[in-house]
Structures are given as C-alpha cells and as structure tokens.
DNA sequence: CTCTCTCATGTAACCGCTTACACCCACGAG
DNA sequence: CTCGTGGGTGTAAGCGGTTACATGAGAGAG
C-alpha cells in the first residue's frame, strides 16, 4: 500500500496525491475529492521514513531530559507531547540518567533521526553535543540554563522568584535559621538555585550559615542524607528549602526518622511541585515550576529557528510561585 | 555526509560500506578497517530514515502505555529502554491517557513509523487496533492481561499471588474486616484484581461483604473518594487493599482526613510497588510488580515473534510479591 | 594449463515519497 | 488571431540506504 496505488485507484499522478495529502501547491477540489477517496478506500498512512529521506523534515522534536523516573520530567513529556501534536509534530524522548555517555548517544540519537528541534533539560549537555547537533542545523532550545547562540534558544527559569517567595513565607513564620539542600555542585541549574538563596538571605538581612546549606543529588536518597547531615549541627534550621521535591521528600523522612515531626518542628518547602508532591503526607509546600509553560514555550523556540531561517536563538522566561500547603509551619515555640 | 562520500573515502563501493556497517556478510577485514576509518573521520551517521525505508526494518519498538504520568509507566520505560537498547533496538512511547481517541493515534503513530514490533500494557486496545497492526505484520505482546494468537503474545501478570501474600499479612496481624478498592470497572486487569481479591476472602474463610468493596480509578482522587465512601460503612474496614499505589496514597489522605492514622487505625496496602511507595509517609507496604522483569519478558517476546517466522505468539508470567513496609500494623485492640 | 568453485566486492534496482521542472490549456489583452 | 499568463497536473530525478545479482580473482583439481 503506497501513494502509488492511491494514484492509479484516482486516476491522477503521485505528484497529486502527495500535493493533496500535504496541500503545498493548489490542487482542484474535485481532483482532491477524488484523492481523499481513494486514501479512504484503501485504508492508506503515508510511510513517515520515505517522507522524511525525501523532504529532509522529520516532523519530529527531540526531547532530552536528565531522569525519566523524576515524575517532574513525565509531566513535562506529557505537556511538551500536548503542545507538539496539535501542530503536527511527534515526540521522541531520551533519557540520560545523569550520564554523560548517555548524553552523547542521545544526541547520536537525534542525529541519526534527523528530528527537526531539540528541547533539552539537563546539564549532561556539553560544547561538543551542541556542536554536533548545529553542524547539523538542528536547532536547539534549553529549558534551564544556557547561553543563547548560533541556533539555540534559552528558557530561562526564574528561579529567584519562586525561591525569594518560599523564603518569605519562612520569615513569615518565624523562622530564621532556613537550611538549604542543594542539587549536585556540577550542575549549574542547582549552582544557580543556591546562589538564589544565598542572596535572598543576604537580602533579608540573615547571615549565611555554611553549616545549613549541603549538596544532595536531586533524589530521595539525596534528601535523606544531606538532611541528617543538617540535623546534626550544632543549632540545626527550623526550616529548610530542597532544591527539588524529590530531595524535600528525603528531607522529611530524615527528619522524621530523628524522631521529630514535619512541620511542628522542622518546616519543608520543595521545589518543582510534581504531582506526588500534593498527594504526600503532609502536603508539601513548594515552589512550582509549570510544566506546560515550559513546554509551550520550548515548542514555540524551535518553531521560531525552524520556520525564520534566522538560526539566530531567542530568550524567554518561566516564572516560579510558591505554592503553601502542610509541610511549613510557624517556628517552634521554644526557638 | 552519506554513505557515497564515506565509500568513496574508503576506495571501495557503497555496498561494501554498508555490509561493514551491518555485518551482514564477510568483509575482508583490511576492507572493514578502511571503512571504519573513513567512517570516523568524516564522522558519519547513517540515516535512519533511509536505511529504516531500504529494509523494512525500522528497529523501533513501540512501547504504549495508559498515563505516563503515573510513575509507574517512567519506571516501566526505562526498563524497557535498558533492555532494548542493549540490543540495538529504540523504543517510541505513547500515552493514550486511558482515551480510545488517543489509542487509535497511536496505532497509527506505530503504524506509520513502521515499528518491528509493539508492547502494549493499556486496556484501551480494540479489535481494531489489534487488526490495523496484525494487518502489517507488526507483532505485538500484551503486558497485563489478553489472549495469544496471530502475532500477539501475552504476559501474564500472576495478580493472584500478590493478592494472597497480602491478605494473609493483614489475617496474620489480625484484621477481620479488609476493605478493597478496585480499579476503574471497565479495566479488565482490574477486574481481575478484584475478583483475585474476593477469591481470597473465600479461601481463607471471610465472607465477602459488598460494602467493603468500592472502585477507585487508578489515581489519586479516585483512592481518596473510594475511601472516603468505605469509612462511612457501618463497621468500617480495619485494612484496606489498594488496586494500585497511587490509589493507595489517596486512600491515606482519605484516612487522616477522617482523623484517623495509619496504621493505628487503618492499615493500607497498595500494589506496584511504584519509587514513591517508598519514600511516602509512612512507607507504603505493596505488591511489588517487578518493572525490570516486565519488560525483558516483553522484549523478548517480540524478538521470538520478529526473528522466527513463525506468527503464534507466546506466554509469559510475571510473579508479585508482598513488600512490607510501614503502612500495616496490627489490628486495632478495640477490635 | 584450464576449469570450477568460492570468496570478496561492485553494480544497480528499488524502498515510498517530495519537488523542480515541463507541460497543457483556458482566458484576457493587444 | 496571436501571445502572454497562470492555474492544475504530470514526469522524473533524487533523498540515502539495502540487497539481489553479476563479476573478478585466486585456489585447488584434473
């Protein structure tokens, strides 16, 4: 079954059948009439591999993210997958598990499949890669941090914002000593969120504590023991921001397994605000990062380097608010 | 950059170049070693696109699955990406988000990209579905529950086994009265839990009680409405089954929302055994559905059905097993 | 020394589609 | 009546690989 067959069964050429399936070029409603019913007839789905070798365009968007079993980055595939199939794109994701190596086969990967963009959330991602892939004129955008160039945009997350709010809401509360567990060292998003922090505190006239801040990896087992490390110093925080919801969550069970009780005595703010963070017990509060923003926006980066021939990138912004629920409270009385 | 130019680099003919590149047939090995070279220095990728188009093949396996978003599918997929990649194989994901409408646009997805073969763990699959892709030849293997037949294998999930080991944990710290919260009705896998469930209360010599029962939908909302509803029994369940964790988590919420603990009160056991399970408070006691064996049984099934001609698909059975953790506890005494 | 036979390689058709280019025809202007 | 003009369609050359078939070079047998 190919457009050959649907050409002879419409007595017309290829040429038409694909100017008709595609409509590049004006086609008589009658002879497309003629087109639709014989695809029908013959129950026809144009081969996606010809159409690619033959047109160049993939009409798919690549999208690399650092962990698939985060739940923040399944909602952003499902978000980003919303947004691209309404315009006519498909989705083709990997997964670099904080790898390197695994970063370059994605990237061999996209090459090899000739996607026609590629949204990228992780630091694996290194000069080399972004060369590979603008030699290729495939266009690029990072949903995180990154420099605009030569065909790549950048979404910058605002950061500040969410974190400025979360630290706020602590003041508020009475707090004064606000731990922070931090994302890995070598991840410049995670640098980022920290010196966020640091700032705000200078901001709000709080010294900075070197006991109170220290790394996790931005996962549960992170949390865990970056948290009993900070429960350990000589005057421990009443509250601590986690650079991600998954370190929060580790954060509470080392906290608990202290003996003591989230939020009566210690207060948790996460950061991402992924689905099982409203469904935790208690509630956790955190900074949220929408998805689909984040999605709608990356989409709308690569049609812009794919559509304008400019490779030039373009820059935009992702805002972040703090979302309270049950995981913060007032300071402990006897503080 | 194609494989003309790598050919020409290399002195030797295109055909040679390809039979390098995909052992096919014998080279001589100071050919092969030209070609390699040649290979690395023009640093050259085969276009998947053409190469999927000459052969037929397109090394793409298909992996459909119900809600990415519950974190069980991510889990599932990296497993499946593990074993497949391994063997040179890519995987194309697709999300009907439990919508016929999407589960037909997948089908078509598969079937336009040409995937070898397709692993399908969604109960939205139809007759038709299941036609369009035996009508192309493409192999599938069912995931949870189905039948075997013209290309079609099938792993069985033993839900059974599961299902006993924890009822005989909840007889064994003394509960009398377990409640069951069941998947969406229209689920076949779900009903098959449920009836697994009652089963057991037979077996073990409880009698089933209609109020003790109630469906959920496989998320959060639905646990959290369908426990709501059983506590409001006239003798309300001391411990309550879950179809999956999700549902579990929801029934938790329920739990304290009624002022109630867990497991003081009210023991849960859901089923998955999904990473947050773990790291939920309190540590969510499950069946443990193994992510890893799920999915090599699935590659390997396809690969029995893509190399040997023959059409008849196979079965395979994957074991559950109780995990105990810390949302189960004895009876309350005042039972 | 010639004849097979085998192994390694080359030649070229083909996979299913897109698209540059050529073509035809109808129509309005000169 | 001839000559653009442009809309609608067809022809055919690729896109970048795979692979059936042809070919040529040695090796061993007669």
Known sequence: MNIKEVAKRANVSTATVSRTINNTSFVDPKTAKKVWKAIDELGYH??????????GRSRILGLIVSDIVNPFFPELVKSFEDVVTQHGYEILIANTDYCATRMALCVKRMVERQVDGVAIMTSEMDGASIEALAHKSIPMVFLDVGTVGHLVSNINIDYAQGIDEAVRHLLGLGHRRIGFISGPNNLKSARIRRSAFIECLDKYGLVENEQLIFAGNHKFDGGLAAMHHLLTAER????????????????????????LRVPDDVSVVGFDDIDPAHFAEPPLTTVRLSRSDLAEKAFHALMYSVNISTPAGREFVVETHLVVRESTGSVPLDE
Not at 46 to 55: E, V
Not at 237 to 256: E, M, Q
Request: charged share 10%.
């Open 46 to 55: 144009p081969n996606t591999h010809a159409r690619s070798l033959a047109s």
């Open 236 to 259: 421990p925080p009443t509250a601590v921001l986690a650079s991600n919801d998954l370190t929060a969550f580790g954060a509470i069970r080392a906290i608990r397994l202290a003996g």
